[in-house]
């Protein structure tokens, strides 16, 4: 499904140049659930932010679905991300003058879909995330578990190709991380979502099925969590964490 090949990132003037991604290359084949990990600086959130179109290689190419995003026209990079990507948030991003049903399904009231399929289809992905009950409430009236829930459900409804999730359990307690963490499950075993999640939390990676180490832009190493237990793959994470080296505490 993703196929990221070679891909380079600078920054700066001639004189002062950083790179933050060095010839990084992995391919995500659909129903992949894969945790991107590393320290401040080392490249994850640049990467997510290529392969969302919110930022541009400097070389390399990713393909979606065959599609070369690196050389989409700017014209056609916000319907891009409308219609092949869904995003999870740590600040949820809703809007608090819609109701939930209104967040959810404001891709496709964008794009005009007709409204009584958008309702069908938000009423499907609500119903499979649990929270079909409270559609018509507003994002202050629900607890943060609950609009991270309608987040995942915005993310999921319009069929994306792939979610991508940027520190998605930072703004949420211990409890309401892990609820988070077994929707994503969810979605990725029952739903089929391909999910690529940027976490600098041991335990959130180890819901993943693959985990990518990044170190000074580069893929430092990866675990493939196979039929091992959960706890057993967060010890291991633990373990390539501190072969980074330096303060593991900047990577958890």
């Not at 190419?61 to 092949?84: M, T, V, Y």
């Not at 829930?149 to 520190?167: F, P, Y």
């Not at 939390?201 to 190493?221: E, H, Q, T, W």
């Amino acid at each position: 499904m993703l196929q990221v090949q070679a891909i380079e990132k600078y920054y700066g003037s001639r004189n002062n140049v950083t790179k933050a991604l060095d010839r990084v290359s992995f391919d995500v084949a659909e129903g992949d659930f894969i945790a991107i990990m590393g320290a401040s600086g080392s490249g994850k959130t640049t990467l997510l932010n290529c392969i969302s179109t919110i930022d541009t290689v400097s070389a390399g190419h990713i393909l979606l679905n065959g599609q070369d995003i690196s050389e989409l026209p700017q014209q056609e990079l916000a319907r891009f991300r409308r219609e092949k990507l869904g995003f999870v948030f740590q600040d949820f991003n809703l809007l608090d003058t819609l109701t939930l049903e209104e967040n959810i399904g404001l891709a496709l009231t964008i794009n005009h879909m007709d409204p009584n399929l958008v309702k069908d289809r938000v009423q499907d992905v609500a119903m499979r995330l649990g929270i079909d009950d409270i559609l018509e409430k507003f994002p202050t009236q629900v607890s943060g578990g609950q609009k991270q829930r309608a987040a995942c459900a915005r993310a999921m409804v319009a069929g994306q190709s792939l979610i991508l999730a940027d520190e998605p359990t930072g703004a949420l307690d211990s409890r309401a991380s892990k609820n988070l963490l077994e929707i994503m499950a969810k979605m990725n075993r029952e739903m089929r979502a391909t999910i690529l999640m940027v976490t600098h939390d041991a335990y959130s990676a180890s819901y993943a099925s693959r985990v990518l180490f990044l170190k000074d832009g580069r893929l430092f190493n990866e675990l493939l969590r196979g039929k091992r237990a959960r706890a057993v793959v967060y010890h291991e994470i633990l373990d390539v964490l501190g072969l980074l080296g330096g303060d593991i505490s900047d990577v958890m």
